[in-house]
């Protein structure tokens, strides 16, 4: 149902479906006392499989692990949603901060209401840049959005769900504006969905979740006449687009489970790399 609203449905119109949709489990969840005020509704909740709060924690675990953040650092979430990420953040950025960016204005609405009144070092912004999947109607076009921030702000970028759904140009002037925002020192962490062989030997197979079959200008896509609702990118490529941005790769590169990998940290493929001073 959710993929046949996708294809037909622009947004905001697609939020509305969601809500006509969702409402019958939303007043369920508040007749039986389920209903949990720190979630975003279900209509909200359009980030991939999973449960919300678990992949959330997951995230910062990754976080940790990989990249070291700590307590203190400033934190920039390209691609924010409605806080899924941010929220496992609260428990852990007690003496940094963290602002989110996102394209989709409900979304960034219901986080600046539910999170920023208890945690005032979490600030949310809206972005209005055009995405065919997710804001088709914004005013501006991703190839040339400068984010709002200045230069040299943040320790931490990170990137989830978002390069999985823009086109080339649109990816490497991200990659040229997080560049910009880091300190020097600073990381970034940013999710896609990588074709090297093992990934073209699996994609299409019994378990794969995805068929990049399509061909695009410098990349694949499962759907012609939608490129952005999944893009993939060739392995060299990306490496090619995170040098010319500034940016160096931390090895290794962390295999996604989307071509029907086993074993994968995440569904898509973590790339993590530092500033170039």
């Known amino acids: 149902m959710k993929a046949l609203l996708r294809r037909w449905l622009p947004l905001p119109w697609l939020l509305r ?30 980030v991939g499989g999973g449960d919300f709060a678990t992949v959330g924690q997951r995230f910062v675990g990754h976080f940790r692990a990989l990249v070291g953040l700590r307590p203190d650092e400033d934190v920039l979430e390209v691609g924010c949603g409605a806080g899924r990420i941010a929220r496992a953040l609260t428990a852990h950025l007690d003496r940094g901060s963290y602002r989110g960016l996102d394209v989709v204005a409900d979304a960034v609405a219901w986080c600046r209401r539910a999170i920023t009144p208890n945690f005032p070092q979490f600030r949310f912004d809206h972005a209005d840049v055009r995405n065919g999947g997710y804001n088709p109607r914004g005013r501006r076009g991703a190839a040339a959005f400068a984010f709002p921030y200045a ?27 997080v560049r910009r925002v880091l300190r020097p020192g600073g ?22 979740t995805l068929d990049f079959r399509h061909r695009g200008d410098g990349y694949r896509t499962t759907r012609p006449d939608q490129p952005e609702d999944a893009v993939a990118y ?41 500033r170039v001073p």
């Open 151 to 177: 230069d040299a702000s943040f320790d931490f970028a990170f990137l989830t769900s978002v390069f999985t759904h823009m086109l080339p140009a649109e990816v490497a002037n991200y990659l040229r504006e």
């Open 17 to 46: 479906a969601r809500r006509l949709c969702y409402l019958p489990l939303e007043l369920r969840d508040r007749l039986l006392g389920r209903y949990d005020p720190s979630l975003p509704p279900r209509w909200l909740r359009f």
């Open 187 to 208: 990381r970034c962490l940013a999710t896609f969905f990588l074709l090297d062989a093992e990934a073209r030997a699996r994609m299409g197979g019994p378990d794969s």
């Open 234 to 274: 060739e392995e060299a490529d990306v490496r090619a687009l995170f040098a010319r941005a500034g940016l160096r790769l931390r090895e290794p590169i962390h295999r996604g489970g989307w071509c029907g990998r086993p074993g994968a940290l995440e569904g898509q493929d973590l790339v993590l790399a530092d």
